[in-house]
């Protein structure tokens, strides 16, 4: 089960399978995140213009949007915690209201990169892209492929 998932139902004194269960539904468990928090609210445009321009490459990486502030970001991509939930990952991290900050979370449930400021889409794509797990996803859609065109 999903790291976060679990310390989200145990500090929330939430029902564990109703918690996965929910999340599974939402697509939340099968995802990469970025989580993160504006401080600045002309960020919000600029980083809704970037999320549009690399569209494929986000969806290609099964990556979500998490706003863990005030200043929600508005894509395709985005997911919703209720503000308990929020306050949560920002004790975690220990992350403010104060400064922007874009955390980077694996398919596992785990922190992978942190990032200050401004988002860097192509650095965490790079990361994503080194993992095992998605080394492991763009074989297995390799092979689909060689096996669609064999078949065909």
């Known amino acids: 089960m999903n ?5 989200l139902a145990m500090a929330l004194n939430l029902d564990h399978a109703e918690l996965q269960q929910e999340s599974t539904a939402d697509g939340f468990a099968s995802h990469r995140l ?10 919000k445009t600029s980083i809704e213009e970037m999320a549009r321009k690399w569209e494929w490459e986000i969806s290609d990486r099964d990556i979500l949007m998490v706003n863990l502030g005030d200043i929600e970001i508005d894509t395709e991509h985005s997911f919703k915690l209720s503000t308990e939930e929020k306050q949560l990952w920002r004790q975690l991290w220990q992350l403010d209201l104060e400064e922007s900050r874009f955390i980077l979370v694996g398919k596992d449930g785990g922190p992978k990169a942190f990032q200050r400021n401004e988002l860097s889409w192509q650095l965490f794509f790079d990361l ?14 390799y092979r689909a492929a060689q096996k669609a065109r064999k078949d065909s």
């Open 34 to 43: 970025i989580a993160y928090v504006l401080s600045d609210e002309t960020q």
């Open 3 to 7: 790291a976060l998932i679990a310390l």
């Open 128 to 141: 994503i892209d080194e993992m095992p797990l998605r080394k492991a996803e763009m074989e297995a859609t």
